[in-house]
């Protein structure tokens, strides 16, 4: 199948604007990360895979498939409860959210009816819950008391939610607008928008820095990360970063300081430098490099091939490619519980 047909099998909305072609290139380095972390990987490893409705389960020992857990229609993002205690997968198709056992990896129960969960995350207190629909142009804000979620309020927004982030401080939500090029920011005590602001072509991911000053957001339909001073009653674009085509995810390695982005067009991965605003290090990904998650200890980076079936596994010591899972189709979201903070 060539590129073009392989995007195409893919339905979710995302895929039908942005177009991106299919890469192949390996990601042969990656800059040292921070070492002495903790242990190295040992828990199940988790993937989704969008367009099979299930996640994969990968053993870090013999880095094989041990099994697949079904899940809803078309699961997207996944978040560890604030206890670590349980892995949610959301599955935007089926309005559900489907409770895994990280160390064991067996569910543990399902909610239902919650309207068309795309993204997902929870604040920093663990009082809320916030998921993103992206087919129904709403984000949805509910409390939450460490076991059950109740919605609070529903609120419209415009055109494709995203992706969300939520400050240290537990106050505002931000969340991109893939469909008409905007970042939102909402205030969680009101529940309600605070301001709006236009942004590049399609952005994904958005990211925001420690010290709450900066928010980042991935253009997955140019080649940029733009960066907006949140400080002031309105937001301001200070920079734009020039990374690669097609900007997608970030994953903040653990220092506090540096934050990687993946660049799913050019088949690269960006290491971005918080405090100097700059690309400090660019690398080779293999097919369509999608979330990305790092052990505990700093040594291994995982990333989701998206077009290519795979969950591709990268020594950071030796700079090399050290393993390459088959998964399922559109792999998405990872997570393991041994992650580097984030």
């Not at 920079?239 to 982005?261: C, E, S, Y």
């Not at 950071?316 to 997570?335: L, M």
Request: charged letters at 20%.
């Amino acid at each position: 199948m060539n590129p073009v047909n392989l995007f195409a099998s893919v339905s979710h909305p995302f895929s039908r604007r942005a177009a991106l072609a299919l890469g192949l290139g390996w990601l042969s380095a990656l800059p040292a990360l921070a070492q002495g972390m903790g242990q190295s990987i040992t828990s199940p490893i988790f993937v989704l895979n969008s367009l099979d409705a299930n996640v994969s389960v990968i053993d870090p020992v013999t880095w094989t498939e041990t099994k697949r857990i079904a899940t809803g229609k078309e699961p997207h993002h996944l978040y560890m409860t604030p206890d670590e205690k349980s892995i949610i997968v959301a599955n935007a198709l089926s309005d559900s959210l489907t409770f895994i056992d990280p160390k064991t990896a067996e569910v543990q129960r399902t909610i239902r009816g919650i309207i068309d969960p795309y993204h997902l995350r929870f604040s920093p207190d663990m009082k809320w819950f916030v998921t993103a629909a992206n087919r129904l142009n709403h984000i949805d804000v509910y409390r939450w008391d460490g076991n059950e979620i109740v919605l609070v309020k529903r609120i419209s927004t415009s055109r494709t939610p995203s992706h969300l982030w939520i400050d240290s401080k537990s106050t505002t939500v931000y969340s991109t607008m893939q469909d008409s090029d905007e970042l939102v920011a909402i205030d969680l005590a009101t529940q309600t928008i605070k301001w709006r602001t236009p942004t590049g072509s399609v952005p994904a991911d958005v990211y925001g820095t420690p010290d709450d000053r900066f928010v980042l957001v991935a253009l997955t339909g140019g080649d940029s990360v733009q960066v907006f001073d949140v400080t002031g009653k309105e937001p301001k674009r200070s920079k734009t970063i020039k990374t690669a085509a097609g900007a997608h995810a970030f994953r903040a390695v653990g220092d506090r300081r540096h934050v990687l982005v993946s660049n799913r067009v050019a088949n690269t991965i960006s290491r971005l430098d918080l405090q100097t605003m700059e690309v400090v290090d660019t690398f080779t990904a293999p097919g369509g490099p999608d979330c990305m998650d790092i052990s505990r200890d700093g040594k291994q980076i995982l990333v989701t091939s998206r077009w290519s079936k795979k969950l591709t596994v990268i020594d950071v010591a030796t700079r090399k490619i050290v393993n390459q899972v088959n998964v399922g189709r559109s792999p998405h979201g990872v997570w393991t519980l041994d992650h580097a903070p984030r």
